[in-house]
Every structure is written in C-alpha cells, then in structure tokens.
C-alpha cells in the first residue's frame, strides 16, 4: 500500500511562487507515474501535469504550461510541482497522485494523497 502525503501549500499572492511536495511512505516508491491534479469548489477534478519514472517524460495541461514544472526524486521518494506566475484560477485543492502511465486522466492513477490547499488571492 502507498501513501502519499502533499505539503507546501498556503497563501499567495497574484503572481507569487509555491511549491508543492509529495512524499510516498509505507511501500516501495516505484510507480511508473506520478501526477498531480487540482479541484476547485464546485469544479470537477482536473489534470494539472504528470512525470514519469526517468523524470524525462512529463506532461502538463495547457493552463500551466510554462508556469508549473513537475519533478521527482526517486531516491527520496518524493514528487515536486514548483508553481510560478501564479493566478487566482490556479486556487484549488491539490492532489498528487501515483498512477502507470503519464497520461491526463485520473482513472489511470491508483493512489492518491489527501490534498493541499493553494489559495492564490488577487
């Protein structure tokens, strides 16, 4: 069993810097994948960007791209999404999430971590 822990989130300003952590504890950290995903109040939960195991295959919506780079230490067990430039959208509720393939869609992800909150004020 795996489990994922996020922490980094908070408060920022319009246009400020934060960076999310993902630590997997419990089991031996080697899924294929690993993404994060966000939900906003009353929104469905959508794909934010995803790595995989070499680190050299990523992927990113479209909203984030150029302002969001997700990497992972395989060593630490951990998964990171440095996030710049940020903007009020970008306020939502954060999952990381450990999955088999880089790929957008949730179904695809068989883990996933309890949330942190980003809130990005104007």
């Known amino acids: 069993q795996v489990q994922l822990v996020e922490s980094g989130g908070g408060l920022v300003q319009l246009g400020g810097s934060l960076r999310l952590s993902c630590t997997a504890a419990g089991h031996s950290f080697r899924s294929p994948a690993m993404g994060w995903f966000r939900q906003a109040p009353g929104k469905e939960r959508e794909f934010v960007a995803s790595i995989g195991w070499s680190d050299t295959s990523t992927l990113y919506a479209y909203s984030v791209k150029g302002r969001f780079a997700i990497s992972r230490d395989n060593a630490k067990n951990t998964m990171s999404l440095q996030m710049t430039s940020l903007k009020p959208e970008d306020t939502a509720v954060y999952y990381c999430?450990?999955?088999?393939?880089?790929?957008?869609?949730?179904?695809?992800?068989?883990?996933w971590g309890q949330g942190t909150q980003v809130t990005v004020s104007s």
């Open positions: 999430a450990a999955g088999v393939a880089v790929v957008t869609s949730p179904t695809t992800y068989t883990y």
